[in-house]
């Protein structure tokens, strides 16, 4: 779906040196939590989604509760290359660096790998890897600019060890880990910092409707707080990974 709605940003309003974070997947679960805990630091926040309301309203929520917050969102599907190069080229113009671009957006669609559809993959992998794989280097021109750049990607316990009727869900962020360890590798001699955090099962809507007791998930604050963490090292130390759990661990 190519959503043509314009963003509605605040020209004008940027101050000097102020940080700047790019977030996909902001309005709902681990995202939402994000934002919602780096407004409350005062940060000047790029949000994306697909849903416009979704965006709307959590602009109005953060702009209500932190006034001093910058917000901008950008309605746009990341798994289409015209949604992601529009939102890349409204970022570039309207910015001249970006300090950290956070990863989240991400689908999780059962199956077992010998019987699915194939297109699940498919699917999978262009918001899974090729999203955050895009962004990450159309983004570099920007992030190069920032004195404390740093990506984050959000991956999944999925991407370290197999998973049992998500084997897709596992490949595409196996590959993400990879993509991480590959970025920061290559992205170190400009100072720029890669992070992956691999939660296990977090409550968020995703998980609305499962017969399960909420306390054998993990809260999706505590994924932000980790972010939090990563962003307040230090320059000379990155928190390259991360693996968060609910303390009772997965249910299989
Ligand atoms: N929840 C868990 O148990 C869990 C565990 C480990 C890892 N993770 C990872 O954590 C990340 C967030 O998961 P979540 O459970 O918080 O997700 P969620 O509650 O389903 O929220 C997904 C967010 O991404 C947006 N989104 C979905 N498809 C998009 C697209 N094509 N383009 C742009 N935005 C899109 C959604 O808004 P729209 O629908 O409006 O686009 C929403 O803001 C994912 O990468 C997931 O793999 C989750």
Redesign the pocket.
């Known amino acids: 779906m190519l959503i043509t709605r314009v963003a509605f940003f605040r020209r004008g309003t940027q101050k000097m040196n102020e940080m700047k974070l790019i977030i996909?997947?902001?309005?709902?679960?681990?995202?939402?939590s994000i934002a919602l805990l780096l407004a409350a630091r005062g940060y000047h926040l790029l949000l994306?989604?697909?849903?416009g309301e979704?965006l709307n309203a959590l602009h109005t929520e953060i702009t209500v509760k932190h006034p001093d917050c910058t917000v901008e969102i950008y309605p746009?599907?990341?798994?289409q290359r015209s949604d992601r190069e529009r939102l890349i080229s409204q970022i570039s113009e309207a910015h001249t660096y970006v300090d950290v671009l956070i990863n989240?957006?991400?689908?999780?669609l059962p199956g077992n790998l010998l019987e699915e559809d194939a297109e699940l993959i498919e699917k999978s992998l262009r918001?899974?890897l090729l999203a955050p794989y895009y962004l990450s280097r159309s983004l570099f021109p920007l992030l190069k600019s920032s004195s404390r750049p740093q990506i984050i990607n959000?991956?999944?316990?999925g991407g370290l060890k197999p998973l049992k009727g998500g084997g897709t869900y596992s490949i595409t962020?196996y590959a993400m880990k990879g993509l991480s360890d590959n970025l920061r590798l290559e992205l170190k001699e400009f100072g720029i910092k890669v992070t992956t955090i691999h939660?296990?099962?977090?409550w968020?809507?995703?998980?609305k409707g499962a017969d399960l007791p909420r306390e054998r998930l993990m809260e999706?604050t505590d994924v932000a707080k980790v972010v939090c963490c990563a962003l307040d090292l230090g320059k000379s130390a990155v928190l390259e990974e991360v693996v968060l759990r609910p303390v009772m661990g997965e249910f299989d």
């Open positions: 996909t997947g902001a309005t709902k679960g681990i995202g939402k994306c989604a697909r849903t979704d746009a599907d990341l798994a989240n957006a991400g689908i999780y918001l899974n959000i991956g999944s316990v962020k939660p296990g099962y977090t968020s809507d995703s998980w999706p």
